[in-house]
């Protein structure tokens, strides 16, 4: 079988860096409690004994060919430590038991292979036959292959051994043998445990076979602790340290591992000095070099289907060999299993074109990177990782089509690449953020052929934006339908933006919480706001399409532009801007349900509600003070438009102040609310030239001038009339009429 793993070349990490170990058979037999001490923090201590602070291990598995023996590797008897022949293969007896005390522990654990390209046709008791990489790899495999998958370090190569018995161009084809085999046989490319002498020795064609480098250099072997392994580098000591690996463009410290000093002394093993190493990042940056779960099926399959999965294969027991040491502890093997929430899963066969459906249960992993079809069409995935600065910027790449028809997608960073589409049909995803790639002609994008559920993620906001590149930006297509956007209420203030174009349909806003567009939309179908808000803030075009907004149920707000006609019906809220801005509808506005206004008396200044056409009142006007003391010689507009319409039937609070009163009526002539005294005054009157004049103060404009006219007789009644146009001025200008026997004039308000 083949398959393809993710392994990234290491680079510079800002994050705490972790400290490991390596053992063998070496070490002898490490107790449980030496491994729980390895594993406990420096400050912890049991029983007087303070732990190590290691959090990985590599661990031999085996060295040599699969044929013959090798007695000088460690555990045999005395009197019988010199014998070699054939390949010379050794398996480490403490092997098994180490990983699984390891594990057990909460050590990150992996197997290493001491390889052994010295053995040439020429070496004693080899039988004219030289050792090759592929038959190394395949005593590996023999011996640790049951550790190589999901849960586990990647395997390592190491290569300290065969320079002077081998060209540069030999040495760099066994290497390459080794990475072959192991990556065709187990889907992943073995990490390379190499020395300066020997990085400078092998030819550049060997980087890629192995991509991770654990790099040895010890520059203080008589004071380890005094090797600055959290800012330090291999290369500060040695120069020539990484060989081919710091070759451009890669990184100028390329190293994952770093074996810093074989000479440790460390609490859980007293019997001498120990080899110790560092990573260059925290853990989330060590658990990218763990074992990925790799679909392994040529045919289409479930996701629940343990066979599918490497982690799903059964373990094979290692090979028990001709001249080997006895095993020191039980067997014990990994359990097969579906990928977990340290896996890094990877959706891939690179010889044809499968789907794969994840349609029930609840699954947990770390990462996902997807070059197969994937359909969710029920069940849970959650995608676990969040970034970290030693890691990747994201948790899910999809590189093939991925279609959600029902179940839950958890993820924090997902990215869309150019040319594909994620299609949303039914179920829930709640993100952080999906980028879409940009391309030329064919960027990521969104298709939804359905209504969907969007949640943020942990209180954030879920963001769908371009990710950074040039070319055309991603969209999200409504697939000409009017599609329902269902929005979990989080907690901030915004719940999901959606940063680039919507095209193609139209929008139903459903849900608590609080949907943002910031681009220019090119829908035509329409939106509606039914429950929750809708915040229009694009700076360009029209946020929602060029289609009637109807606002029913939730609520419409934001600083943008909207190109079609506005209706907020009874049951819907208007509340322009973001504390204090304007939204602008290029169309007629009407308004029959809540309009909130916020204004700030100290600034004089307020929220506007732009309609380039009508403005049509109705409904409840509730206005807001954020700051200052509302006055007299306050004008506030409101509202903008070519010509205004109706009335509101409330407005709240009742009064603006003590003593003042709102002046609505400008509001029909040209969108402003005033404010008023509503203490009583005289009126002041002349008679001029048949001419009887009016007048009062300028902060009482909004009182209405009302007159009675009644026969002598009858005096004083209650027929009173406003007098036309006097509640838009301070004045009233009126002819005596001789024939009138009477005029009796007040002031009112309202």
Wanted: charged fraction near 10%; proline fraction near 6%.
């Amino acid at each position: 079988m083949a398959a393809t793993a993710v392994l990234l070349v290491a680079a510079p990490a800002s994050a705490q860096r972790v400290l490991g170990i390596d053992v063998s058979t070496y070490q002898g037999d490490l107790s449980p409690t030496s491994w729980a001490t390895f594993k406990r923090a420096t400050n912890q201590q049991v029983s007087g004994v303070f732990g190590d602070g290691r959090d990985f291990v590599f661990i031999r598995a085996s060295r040599g060919g699969t044929t013959g023996e090798d007695h000088r590797s460690g555990g045999y008897p005395v009197g019988d430590r010199t014998l070699t022949n054939l390949s010379q293969r050794y398996d480490d007896p403490y092997f098994v038991q180490n990983i699984t005390r390891a594990t057990a522990a909460g050590l990150l654990a992996g197997p290493y292979h001491f390889v052994r390209p010295d053995i040439i046709e020429t070496t004693g008791n080899s039988g004219g036959i030289a050792n090759n990489g592929t038959d190394e790899a395949n005593h590996m495999i023999e011996m640790a292959g049951a550790w190589m998958r999901p849960g586990y370090l990647l395997p390592a190569f190491d290569l300290e051994a065969g320079q002077a018995q081998r060209t540069s161009a030999q040495l760099t084809s066994f290497c390459i043998e080794f990475s072959d085999r192991i990556y065709q046989v187990m889907g992943i490319r073995p990490m390379i445990y190499i020395n300066g002498n020997y990085a400078s020795y092998v030819q550049a064609s060997i980087v890629p076979a192995f991509p991770v480098l654990w790099s040895a250099r010890w520059p203080n072997q008589n004071d380890p602790d005094s090797i600055p392994v959290q800012t330090g580098h291999p290369k500060d000591s040695y120069t020539p340290i990484y060989g081919p690996w710091d070759d451009p463009p890669n990184p100028v410290n390329p190293w994952t591992f770093w074996q810093y000093a074989s000479t440790a002394q460390l609490n859980a093993y007293t019997a001498g000095p120990i080899d110790v190493d560092v990573a260059q990042g925290g853990l989330e940056f060590i658990k990218d070099f763990y074992v990925p779960a790799l679909w392994l099926s040529d045919s289409n399959g479930l996701w629940t289907t343990l066979s599918n999965w490497s982690s799903g294969q059964a373990p094979l027991a290692p090979v028990v060999a001709p001249g080997q040491l006895s095993r020191v502890g039980p067997l014990t093997l990994p359990t097969a299993r579906l990928p977990g929430s340290n896996d890094t899963v990877v959706l891939d066969r690179p010889n044809t074109n499968v789907t794969i459906t994840l349609g029930s249960g609840t699954h947990n992993i770390r990462k996902l990177y997807v070059r197969e079809a994937l359909n969710i069409t029920n069940g849970s995935l959650v995608i676990n990782y969040i970034p970290s600065p030693d890691s990747t910027p994201i948790a899910a790449q999809f590189s093939a089509p991925v279609t959600m028809s029902g179940g839950i997608l958890n993820v924090h960073t997902l990215q869309v690449d150019a040319t594909r589409t994620f299609t949303l049909g039914g179920g829930a995803l709640t993100f952080n953020t999906i980028n879409l790639m940009p391309d030329s002609s064919a960027p990521g994008k969104i298709v939804m052929n359905g209504n969907f559920t969007f949640n943020p993620l942990a209180g954030g906001i879920a963001t769908i934006t371009k990710s950074l590149g040039s070319g055309n930006a991603g969209t999200i297509d409504l697939g000409g339908a009017t599609r329902s956007f269902s929005i979990g209420n989080g907690l901030g203030d915004v719940d999901l933006s959606a940063d680039v174009t919507i095209s193609n349909g139209g929008i139903i806003k459903l849900g608590a919480g609080t949907m943002r567009v910031t681009a220019a939309n090119s829908y035509t179908a329409g939106t509606t706001v039914s429950a929750g808000k809708l915040l229009v803030n694009n700076v360009s075009g029209s946020g929602t399409g060029s289609g009637v907004v109807t606002v029913d149920g939730g609520t419409l707000a934001g600083t943008g532009a909207i190109t079609g006609p506005l209706n907020v019906l009874a049951g819907g809220t208007l509340s322009p801007g973001s504390s204090i801005g304007t939204l602008t509808i290029n169309n007629a506005v009407t308004l029959s349900g809540t309009t909130l206004m916020e204004l700030n008396a100290l600034t004089r200044t307020n929220d506007v509600v732009r309609g380039r056409s009508s403005v049509t009142y109705g409904g409840t006007l509730i206005v807001t003070n954020l700051a200052g003391t509302i006055t007299t010689s306050n004008a506030f507009k409101l509202f903008s438009g070519a010509s205004y319409d109706g009335a509101f039937a409330a407005l709240t609070p009742a009064i603006p102040g003590s003593g003042l009163g709102w002046n609505t009526n400008t509001l029909a002539s040209d969108g402003s609310l005033r404010i008023l005294s509503t203490t009583p005054v005289a009126i002041a009157s002349t008679i001029s030239a048949g001419a009887l004049s009016f007048s009062w103060p300028l902060d009482h404009i909004g009182w209405r001038l009302q007159v009675q006219t009644n026969s002598i007789s009858v005096g004083l009644s209650t027929n009173w009339v406003d007098v036309p146009n006097s509640v838009l001025t301070n004045q009233v200008v009126l002819s005596i009429d001789p024939a009138i026997d009477c005029a009796f004039y007040r002031l009112v308000y309202p």
